[in-house]
C-alpha cells in the first residue's frame, strides 16, 4: 500500500501557558494513525483538544514532544507555510481560506498554483478558466457563470463550498475540516457536508474532520473517533459506526471518561 495520505501521530503534547495560572494541557499524549483515503470524523466537549489536534497537524504551532508524520516523512518541525503545500484546510468561518477583494476566477488560480513559485506569468488562461467553470458546476450554485464576482459578495454558503473546491483542487495529500459548517444555516449546512464527501470520495482523500454534531459523526467518514481533555478515548470503525446511535455514542463516551458529556453546543440530533 501507498503512504501517500497515511497521517501518524505519535504521542503528541502541547500545554499553553506552562507555569502559569492559565496553564492548559491541550494534547495529552495524542496518537493516531489514518491509513491513505480514511475518512475520520473527530468529536469532543469544548477543550477536548479537537481544534489543537488540526492546528498541531497544520503547523500553527511547535508542539512540545511527539512526531507527527505524513506520507511517510516526518513534519513535526516544518514550518506552517512549507506544510501548506500538500495539506488542504477548511475552516469555521467562512471568510476564512479566500481572498475576499479578489474574484472566484482568481482564487481558484491561486488554489491551483500552491507550491508552485511565483513568477511574473499571472494570466489566466482560457484552458484554466474553462476547467474553473466545470469545477465549479459541481457545486450546484451557479458560479460557473459568475467567475468574474468578488468573492466578498458571496454568501456564506458559496464561500464555504469554495473554499471546499480549492482545499481539494491539488488533491492534498491531507484534507483538515475544522467545524467548516458551524456557522452555516442547517440547509446550507447539509449541502456543504454532501458536497465535502463528494470531494473527498471523487478524488480519494484522506481527510479529519472536526465538528459538534454527534449525528453528523457518525453518518460520515469511515472513522469517528472521540476526544476528551487532550486524549482520543474512543475509536469507531465503519461497520461499528453503522449501528450506533447518538445515545449509544453518549453511553460509550460515559464508560470510557466516566464523565456525563455535558456541553450545550453538542448537537445531538
Known amino acids: ?6 497521517l501518524v501521530l505519535k504521542q503528541l503534547y502541547k500545554t499553553f501557558n506552562p507555569g502559569t495560572v492559565m496553564q492548559k494541557t491541550a494534547l495529552d499524549g495524542v496518537t493516531l494513525t489514518l491509513q491513505p483515503g480514511d475518512f475520520v470524523t473527530v468529536i469532543g466537549g469544548n ?5 489543537t489536534m488540526l492546528n498541531a497537524i497544520a503547523g500553527s504551532f511547535q508542539i512540545d514532544s511527539g512526531s507527527i508524520l505524513l506520507s511517510g516523512r516526518d513534519i513535526t518541525h516544518l514550518p ?6 500538500f495539506l488542504g484546510r477548511v475552516f469555521q468561518d467562512p471568510m ?3 481572498a475576499a477583494s479578489m474574484n472566484i476566477e482568481e482564487n481558484l488560480a491561486l488554489a491551483a498554483r500552491r507550491g508552485q513559485r511565483r513568477g511574473l506569468h499571472w494570466g489566466i488562461t482560457a484552458s484554466e478558466r474553462s476547467a474553473f467553470r466545470e469545477k465549479l458546476s459541481t457545486l450546484d450554485l451557479g458560479l460557473e457563470n459568475r467567475l468574474g464576482s468578488k468573492v466578498g459578495l458571496l454568501s456564506g454558503g ?3 463550498a469554495l473554499t471546499l473546491l480549492m482545499a481539494t483542487l491539488k488533491k492534498p495529500e491531507l484534507l483538515l475540516l ?4 458551524a456557522a452555516l444555516d442547517p440547509k446550507t449546512a447539509e449541502k456543504v457536508l454532501r458536497l465535502t464527501s463528494q470531494l473527498i470520495r471523487e478524488n480519494g482523500l484522506t481527510a479529519l474532520m472536526v465538528t459538534h454534531n454527534m449525528k453528523d459523526a457518525l453518518a460520515l467518514g469511515n472513522r469517528t473517533i472521540m476526544m476528551h481533555e487532550g486524549r482520543v478515548i474512543l475509536d469507531l470503525n465503519a461497520r461499528q459506526k453503522q449501528t ?3 445515545e449509544d455514542l453518549l453511553a460509550q463516551f460515559e464508560q470510557a471518561s466516566g464523565k456525563q458529556l455535558a456541553n450545550d453546543r453538542m448537537l445531538l440530533t
Open 96 to 98: 476564512m481560506g479566500t
Open 47 to 51: 477543550g477536548a483538544g479537537k481544534s
Open 80 to 85: 506552517e507555510h512549507r506544510r501548506a503545500a
Open 244 to 246: 450506533m446511535t447518538v
Open 158 to 160: 458559496q464561500r464555504q
Open 1 to 6: 500500500m501507498s503512504e501517500k495520505g497515511m
Open 178 to 181: 475544522d467545524e467548516h459548517t
